[in-house]
C-alpha cells in the first residue's frame, strides 16, 4: 500500500487511478496468493487487463436519480448515467460498489442498506397447501398440481452448440495477440453474455411460478457437484480401460450445467424468503421409482417419462409422481376433507360461503369446508369438473 502511494506521486498512469481501486486490487491479490499457500488452490494468473474493480464503501454516491435513469460519480472516472430497473429511493447507506465488464456492456453492482423488512417465514402449522417441484432435464421442473416448465437448453440445443463451437475454433485459428483474435474473442464473450442473460431471465420465471403455487415448496436434496463428476475409469485388469460411457456422461453434465439447476433452488429460496414462504429439501433417493399406491421401489417401475409399477399396475407420468412424492415427503398433514354442502344450504353463512367459494370463469361452486389440494387443483379449473357435475352449473 505505501508503494502504491510513492508511485501515484511519480507516475501518470498510477495517479489518474483511484487510490480504492489501487488497494483493492493489491488486497484481491493478496487473497489470491493465500488462498494458494493455506487451500492449495491455483497460482495467481497475470492479468494484462482487468474487467472490475472495487471501490472501496461511502466513496461512489448516487445522484439524478429518475424513473429510468440514475447517475452514479465514481471517484476517479466521474459521473456515469446508467440504466435503472430498481427503486433506488429505498438506499438508506451506499457500501461497497463494483464496477465489471461483461461482453462488452459496464455494469454496476452496489452493496446497500434498504428500509423494506422481509416478512418472517410462515409456520408450517399456518400452511394450507404445498408444492412439490422434481428438476430434470427433458422437463426442467415438473410441479406436483401437474404442470411441466420447459427446459429452454440455451447452449445445448443444436443451433446454438453449433455457432458457439464454429466461433470457438475461429479463436484457435487466429494468430495469438492478433487484433483479429481480439474481435474473435469479443464475438464470443458476446453471444455467451446473451445466453447467459436469456438462461438467468427464464429462471426467474421459473422460480415465479413455483413460489406462487402453494403455501409451502418442497424440493429434492441433491448433490449436483457430485453429479456432474467424470466418469471413473475401469480397468480390465490387463493393462488396458473398459468402455465406461465417458462421452455420454460429459453430454449429461453439459446438459446439467446448461440447465442451471443450482440457480433455480437459488431463486426459488430468495423469492420464498421475499414471501414469506418455507422452502423444504427432502432427500431424492428412489423419488421416481417409488409407487404412490402400493409403495413398491423398483428400477424397472420407471421407463423415461413413463411410470408403471410392475406390482399394482399404477401408471401416471414418472416426473409427476416424483414431484408428488417429494411433497408426501416433507409431512405436512392438512385437514380431513368434511362433508360437502350445497350453496345455498342454510348451514353455510354468506360469509363463510364467501371464504370458501371457488370461482372459475364466470361460475362460483359452493364447497363448505373443502381443503382445496393442489394434487386435485385441476378438477376445480373446469365447469365441466366433478364439482359442477354434482351440483349443477348455476348452483
Not at 429439501?281 to 421401489?297: D, F, L, N, T, Y
Request: hydrophobic letters at 35%.
Amino acid at each position: 500500500m505505501k508503494v502504491t502511494t510513492q508511485l501515484r506521486k511519480s507516475l501518470l498512469h498510477f495517479a489518474i487511478v483511484d487510490s480504492d481501486v489501487l488497494q483493492r486490487n493489491i488486497a484481491n491479490l493478496d487473497t489470491a496468493f493465500s488462498n494458494f499457500f493455506k487451500l492449495g488452490r491455483g497460482y495467481p494468473q497475470f492479468i494484462i487487463r482487468l474487467d472490475s474493480f472495487e471501490y472501496k464503501p461511502g466513496r461512489v454516491i448516487l445522484r439524478h436519480i429518475r424513473k429510468n435513469y440514475a447517475t452514479a460519480y465514481l471517484p476517479g472516472i466521474g459521473d456515469v448515467k446508467f440504466h435503472n430497473s430498481r427503486d433506488l429511493s429505498l438506499i438508506q447507506d451506499l457500501r461497497t460498489c463494483t464496477v465489471k465488464r461483461e461482453g462488452g456492456n459496464w455494469y454496476i453492482s452496489m452493496l446497500v442498506d434498504i428500509a423494506e423488512v422481509l416478512p418472517s417465514v410462515k409456520p408450517l402449522e399456518e400452511c394450507k397447501s404445498i408444492v412439490g417441484i422434481d428438476i430434470g432435464i427433458n422437463k426442467l421442473v415438473a410441479l406436483s398440481d401437474g404442470r411441466f416448465q420447459e427446459n429452454k437448453r440455451t447452449t445445448t440445443n443444436a443451433r446454438t452448440a453449433r455457432r458457439l463451437s464454429m466461433r470457438q475454433r475461429a479463436i484457435s485459428r487466429k494468430q495469438k495477440g492478433s487484433k483479429n483474435r481480439i474481435k474473435a474473442i469479443k464475438r464470443l464473450a458476446k453471444q455467451k453474455h446473451r445466453l447467459a442473460q436469456y438462461r438467468d431471465g427464464h429462471g426467474w420465471q421459473v422460480a415465479n411460478v413455483v413460489v406462487k403455487t402453494a403455501d409451502v415448496v418442497a424440493r429434492e436434496n441433491l448433490r449436483i457437484k457430485n453429479m456432474v463428476k467424470r466418469a471413473k475409469p475401469k480397468h480390465d485388469g490387463k493393462g488396458g480401460y473398459k468402455r465406461n460411457g465417458a462421452l455420454l456422461k460429459t453430454g449429461l453434465n453439459r446438459v446439467i450445467l446448461d440447465a442451471g439447476w443450482g440457480d433455480i433452488f437459488n431463486k426459488i429460496a430468495w423469492l420464498a424468503l421475499k414471501a414469506g414462504k418455507p422452502v423444504i429439501s427432502v432427500p431424492a433417493k428412489h423419488s421416481s421409482q417409488e409407487c404412490p399406491k402400493c409403495g413398491h421401489i423398483d428400477k424397472a417401475n420407471r421407463e423415461g417419462e413413463k411410470f408403471l409399477c410392475i406390482v399394482c399396475q399404477h401408471t401416471e407420468h414418472a416426473d409427476t409422481k416424483a414431484s408428488r412424492t417429494i411433497a408426501r415427503r416433507v409431512g405436512l398433514v392438512f385437514p380431513k376433507k368434511q362433508k360437502t354442502l350445497r350453496a345455498d344450504c342454510a348451514k353455510v353463512t354468506p360469509s363463510r360461503y364467501q371464504s370458501l367459494r371457488v370461482e372459475t370463469g364466470n361460475h362460483a361452486y359452493g364447497v363448505a369446508g373443502v381443503q382445496l389440494s393442489l394434487f386435485d387443483l385441476a378438477q376445480y379449473q373446469s365447469p365441466d369438473s366433478r364439482i359442477s357435475k354434482r351440483y349443477g352449473r348455476n348452483s
